[in-house]
């Protein structure tokens, strides 16, 4: 997974939630995404 992309799952985890927005095109992800509780991912 892209070290961006976990970077931002940390730091929303370190401050009890958060919502990660993806801004519109394609991704593309080889392993299995989890999130702890608190984030939304939406785009």
């Given amino acids: ?3 961006r992309f ?3 799952l ?3 985890a370190a401050n009890r939630g958060v919502l ?3 801004t ?3 991704y593309k ?3 299995s995404i ?3 509780s608190g ?3 939406c785009g």
Avoid: P, R, S, T
């Fill in 1 to 3: 997974m892209d070290e």
């Fill in 6 to 8: 976990v970077a931002a």
């Fill in 10 to 12: 940390d730091a929303a």
């Fill in 20 to 22: 990660i927005y993806f």
């Fill in 24 to 26: 519109a095109g394609n």
């Fill in 29 to 31: 992800f080889k392993d």
């Fill in 34 to 36: 989890y999130l702890k």
């Fill in 39 to 41: 984030i939304v991912i």
